[in-house]
Structures are given as C-alpha cells and as structure tokens.
C-alpha cells in the first residue's frame, strides 16, 4: 500500500492526438549550403485529418539542411510525375522536388503516394528517383509524414533521417515561486503530441530511452529517495529497479538493452555499478573513494564513459568492463562531464566549462580536440540524435530552461522555446 | 495505478506541509520574489561565507535554534559554517532526547553544471551535516540522507544571488 504522502497520477498514454506543442521549434542558424528543396502540397492532403506536406517540409526545415520553397511562391503544383516540367523547378532554382497524391479509401483509411525528383539529374531529370505509396489508417498520417522525411533525407543525405523518433523530457511548473509540478513527458521529435508518463511533485531526472525505443529508465523522488524505475512507454507499465539507500541514479541501458549501468553511492560515495534490467546481478565496477557517475556505454558494449573527480576537478573517463583498467579521456578545460558517444565510437558530446561558462562541446576521441558547440550557456544533459547529426540539450533563455538543438559539427542551431514551465533533461528515441 | 480522490486530496495536503516545512526558514522566505511582508529586511546578515542570520544567536532558545532548518555552502564546498554549530546540537540533542524521531537532512546545490553530478554534490553537503550532528550524539539510525543536487531550488534566479540560496542543506523532521 503506498504512503499517503505520495502524490502520484500515473497516467496512460492517450489514443487520442494533441495538436498543441509544447515545444516550437524554430532554426536559428541553417548551414550556408542549405539545399534548396520543393515539397508541392499533395493533392487531397487538405481533405485529409492531417497536412502531409507541411509536417514534411517542417521536418526538412528543422534538420538546418534544406530550404524550403514556399508553397505561396510555387507556379506550378503537380501532382502526377507526367505533369513534372523540370524546366520550372531548374529556373526557380531547386535542387529537388517532391509531388504527392492523398486518397481516401472505405474504412477511413488513405493511400498516399509520393515521388522524388533530382532537379539537376544529368539524364531523366523528369524521371523520380524514388516513388513510394503506403496505405494508412488516419490515425498514422502524422507518423507516415515523418517516416516519409526520412526517406527523402536519407535519399538526399544518404544519412538516415530522425523524424521518425521521439524526445523525452522533465517538465517542470512553478506556482507561487515554488516548484509546484514535475512532468516526464514524450512529445515527438518535432514537439508535437506531448503525453505525459509520470507526473509528481517530487523531482524527475534522467530518463534514458531502452535501445529499442519501447522502454524509458528515469530516477525519481516520489518516495522522498532517489529510486530507479523503468516504464513501458506504450503502456505505462513501470516497475522500480533500484532503490538503496543513498544515491539511486543515472541509468543508461547497454546497447544489446540487457544491462543496465547505475550510479549508487550506498550512502558512502557514488560508484559505477551494472544490473540486469530487471534489477537483479548486480556488480561493482569502479571503486574508490572519487565522485563516479553519468555512465555511458561504448557502442561496442565493452567499456563505461563516465564522469568523475578523482582527479580533483569533474573530467570524463573510460573503464574497460573486463579488466576494470581506467583511462582519462578530457584534458582540455577544468569541467568536463556527462559523456555521450555517437554511434560509430568517434566523437564523445558533453557539457564543458569553457571561459567560465557550460557549454556543449564534441571531443574527437582520436585526436583529442575539442569543439565548442553552443553560443548557449548555463548547458547541460546533452543528448545525441539517433543518426549522430543533432545534439538536443536543455539551456537558459530568457531566464527559463529550454530546449535547445546543434547539430554535431556546430553549423545548425536550433531554439525550441517552451509554450508551459520549463523543460530540461531531454532524451532523444532510438528511431522508432 | 489510480489513487482514489480522498486518497489524492490527503497526499496534496501532505506534500504541501512537507513543502512548506523546508522552507521554514525565516531567512529563506525574505528572498522569494514578490513576498511582501519582509521587503524592507533583505540585507541583513548577507556577505560571502556568513550565516545569513543576521541575530545573534549566543542567547536564542532551544526552540528558536530547532527552527533553524536550513543551512547555506559556498560554492564547490560542502565545508559547516561554525555559527551553525550551535543550532546544530540543538537538532542532535532532539534527536537523541527523542527516539522515535527521523530526520531527513536534504543536499542541495545551484544550478551550474551537470545534474547526476550535483546529486553527488549535494550528498557530499547532506552528509557532512549528518556527520556533524553525529558527532554531536544524534544516533546514525535516526538520519536519513538525501540529495537532490540542483532539482529542487529555493529561489528561482540565474546568478550568485540565487544561487546562494540554493547551496543549502535541510533538515526535514519524517517524524518528531
């Protein structure tokens, strides 16, 4: 029976879609060589629950890789690939062009087809390089407009798109200068459809998504303790993994998702621990008597980043799993912490305290050299898209945590200002 | 799992006493914004590494030094200002005198940097508090120590003004 202490709405996630973002995502800095792209409405798209092409174009926009042609500004609107005149689209200058049909069929359902032109192909320009069709119930058009984006970025980029994924994070409300509310809410990559998991006046922290995008790890203080739970994000389901006494903290799953790395301090100091994900075959990894936390897997499941002072001051380190041997990874700057690698080992993202202030930064874990990310400040809990490409990260603006995205070389910015409270701790999905 | 409507009413309640009991402190009430009553007061007892209270505390009473529930830290320090000492016993002594009592002592810090290391932050302040008070008599098993690194700030605010603020440890009483 729970403590009558606790407040606790633990909600299911709804059937029905919210329009409403609560974040609003607007590029603030898009590359110099955007590529110039055409997304023509889809015919019968406006009759449709859902405008196809404007969750695609927004997509486009929000990768900081392409300029869209305004619809307003399109003299032509072909919707068949025989109608294509590439004349028109080389004059107005576009690289490339999209043209698509919506229809509806019996059962409330709707077969959508699309086609891809490479403007400037050498031969067969009016000839698509890519067609696809689908068929969909109404209720999936939004998650088919995003799955569609990333076709046309992959197609375009030949790097897989990330539209098709979700973010999680804390919500958090004041009310007469107090913190009134913690939500841990999922929205998708775009800010819509936000839902919340858990809601409580207790802190939430550190969501981590299971690899597989259908579990999410978080700490939280509901019980006056830092404890871990894992939640099925489809169903609510949650069960409580760890709660020892003293620090139950930052959980992040191994890359087969079998494992999970815990921080738990056992009331003495936090140490880098890995459990099973049903909480059971626990053990040790660091020891000692140094601050160790924020681990982070290797892709290559072998070995922990992590953060920890046992050099004096917060710098990132690497112990291998099987010989426990440690090694120092930053050696630039006096504060460097929660480590995350992208996926083909290269690069490690982290906050870094340059000139006195945090930011996000990207070391390159062969060479050893340091970028700074962000123009932001007072940075933290940077979290990587699942194609490597955008780095989400809760900031300071205008006095109230936001959101915010770079991209990983430093080129895109992204401002993600919140519509209710604040938000932080982002976690960004697997592809789903 | 759904908390009926009595149920849900009486954790409200809970919760806000229990949040209304860390911010009991006198001094931490000054500093919220728009909190009229103690406008004209602030600058009493302010500077770098100071109490924050601005009396004299050689003559206050046992109940006056048990209301003194916050404590403030200088920044990267978890280091027990000496004119906390006093009020200090007087919660170990309560502990001791009181066996059935338990004592949340709650590590806190400010905003900057990253979150899970500032849980650890805030441990390393909790517990030097629960050390002290230790030393002072109060038995191990009557203290609980909890961070909640930069997760639950006192005052709203991005600068060392704020932030003073919220470099704090707590004693919240789970049972007297």
């Known amino acids: ?432 | 799992m759904k908390v009926n409507g009595l149920m849900k009413w009486a954790a409200v309640f809970a919760c806000t006493l229990l949040l209304a009991s860390c911010a009991n402190s006198k001094h931490s009430k000054m500093y919220k914004d728009g909190d009229e009553e103690n406008g004209s007061s602030v600058s009493q007892g302010l500077g770098e590494g100071e109490s924050f209270w601005g009396e004299d505390l050689a003559n206050a009473s046992e109940a006056q030094l048990l209301d003194r529930k916050v404590y403030y830290f200088d920044y990267d320090s978890s280091a027990i200002n000496d004119n906390y000492k006093r009020a200090l016993r007087a919660h170990a002594n309560y502990l001791k005198s009181n066996a059935g009592s338990k004592m949340r002592v709650e590590g806190h810090t400010d905003e900057r940097g990253s979150s899970e290391y500032n849980i650890a932050l805030g441990e390393r302040r909790a517990q030097a508090v629960a050390r002290y008070l230790e030393s002072q008599g109060a038995p191990s098993s009557q203290i609980v120590v909890v961070s909640y690194g930069r997760e639950k700030p006192a005052v709203q605010g991005h600068d060392e003004a704020a932030w003073k603020f919220n470099r704090r440890a707590v004693l919240v009483y789970e049972a007297k």
């Open chain 1, 1 to 432: 029976m729970k403590k009558i202490s606790q407040i606790l709405i633990f909600l299911l996630l709804c059937v029905t879609q919210v329009s409403h973002a609560i974040l609003d995502i607007e590029v603030t800095q898009a590359i110099d060589k955007a590529m110039p792209i055409a997304v023509v409405p889809f015919s019968g798209e406006l009759s449709a629950t859902t405008n196809l092409t404007d969750i695609i174009r927004h997509d486009l926009t929000r990768s900081g890789e392409f300029k869209n042609f305004p619809v307003s500004s399109m003299a032509q609107k072909p919707s068949n690939p025989a109608d294509v005149s590439i004349d028109y689209w080389r004059r107005v200058k576009m690289d490339a062009l999209v043209i698509g049909k919506v229809q509806l069929l019996p059962d409330n359902k709707y077969k959508v087809e699309y086609s891809l032109f490479d403007v400037y192909a050498q031969d067969n320009a009016n000839r698509p390089v890519m067609t696809q069709s689908f068929t969909v119930p109404a209720s999936s058009l939004r998650t088919l407009a995003h799955h569609i984006s990333d076709q046309i970025y992959e197609k375009l980029t030949g790097v897989p798109g990330a539209f098709s994924s979700r973010i999680a994070y804390v919500n958090v409300r004041w009310k007469n200068n107090k913190i009134s509310e913690y939500r841990l809410e999922i929205a998708d990559s775009d800010g819509y459809n936000p839902k919340p998991l858990l809601i409580s006046r207790e802190p939430i922290m550190s969501p981590a998504w299971s690899p597989d995008g259908k579990q999410l790890a978080y700490v939280s203080f509901e019980n006056y303790r830092s404890q871990i739970y894992i939640a099925d994000v489809a169903s609510g389901q949650r069960r409580l993994i760890s709660k020892k006494p003293g620090i139950n903290g930052s959980p992040a799953w191994s890359p087969d998702g079998t494992k999970l790395a815990i921080v738990l301090s056992n009331q003495n100091t936090p140490k880098l621990y890995i459990t099973d994900v049903n909480g059971s075959g626990l053990e040790q990894i660091t020891t000692g008597g140094s601050i160790d936390t924020e681990p982070e897997w290797s892709p290559d499941g072998k070995s922990l980043y992590y953060t920890s002072n046992r050099g004096g001051k917060p710098q990132i380190y690497k112990v291998n799993l099987a010989s426990k041997a440690i090694e120092r990874v930053t050696f630039e700057g006096d504060y460097n912490a929660r480590p995350t690698i992208t996926s083909d080992g290269r690069y490690a993202i982290m906050i870094h305290r340059f000139a006195g202030r945090f930011h996000i930064a990207a070391q390159d874990l062969k060479t050893g050299q340091v970028l700074v990310l962000t123009e932001t400040q007072l940075d933290q809990s940077p979290s990587l898209a699942p194609n490597d490409r955008m780095v989400i990260y809760s900031t300071l603006q205008d006095g109230k945590r936001v959101l915010s995205a770079v991209s990983v070389d430093g080129r895109v910015k992204l401002k993600i200002p919140t519509s209710e409270g604040e938000v932080q701790d982002p976690a960004w999905s697997p592809t789903l």
